[in-house]
């Protein structure tokens, strides 16, 4: 008689069980490691967040309580102010002034100088143009633009040239 084969169902012993069970080991440990190390950083970081937040709040704590404590003098008022009007008057709208003059300025017109009076917010240009039409066109032109109103020929001379040399004022919006 000859024998049947058999199916063994029994866990393999011997070498081959000892390098799975030593791999299950080692692939345990390492996800243990990640894992810690993880929630390492992850509570370092926590404390940072709280060390900073805490410190924004101590910042934010005393600068209000100083001022609470300390209330601020008459004098000290008056400076800031001063310093404040001061600000506001050198507050000079370079950009869009030069561009409200020289989409005013035609081939004829040449601009020989911008100067600004900031207590007044007034602009007074001076220049030198070919003819007494171009000067009134120039003043029409700047009259118009967004940035400027009320401009008006301030005063004008010929020149022996024929050249019309003239000074022009207008004044600057906020």
């Known amino acids: 008689m000859s024998a049947v084969p058999r199916i ?6 011997g070498p081959l069980r000892r390098r799975r069970l030593l791999a299950g080991w080692v692939l345990l440990a390492l996800a243990l490691a ?8 992850h509570l370092k970081l926590r404390q940072a967040m709280q060390d900073e937040a805490a410190l924004i709040e101590r910042l934010r704590g ?4 100083a001022a609470r404590e300390e ?27 030069f561009q409200a003059v020289e989409a005013s300025k035609n081939a004829r017109v040449y601009i ?16 030198e143009a070919e003819d007494f039409s171009a000067v009134t066109q120039f003043i029409d032109a700047l009259g118009r633009q967004a940035a400027l109103s009320q ?3 301030a005063s004008h001379e010929t020149r022996p040239t024929g050249q019309i040399q003239f000074e022009v004022s207008a004044q600057w919006r906020p």
């Open 151 to 153: 401009a008006h020929l």
């Open 112 to 127: 020989l100088s911008m100067k600004p009076d900031l207590l007044q917010r007034e602009l007074k240009l001076s220049g």
């Open 62 to 65: 005393g600068r209000d309580s």
């Open 8 to 13: 063994d169902f029994a866990q393999p012993q």
């Open 34 to 41: 990640v894992a810690a190390t993880t929630l390492g950083w």
């Open 71 to 97: 209330p601020m003098s008459p004098a000290t008022a008056a400076e800031i102010e001063a310093v404040n009007q001061v600000v506001r008057r050198l507050s000079v709208p370079w950009g869009h002034l």
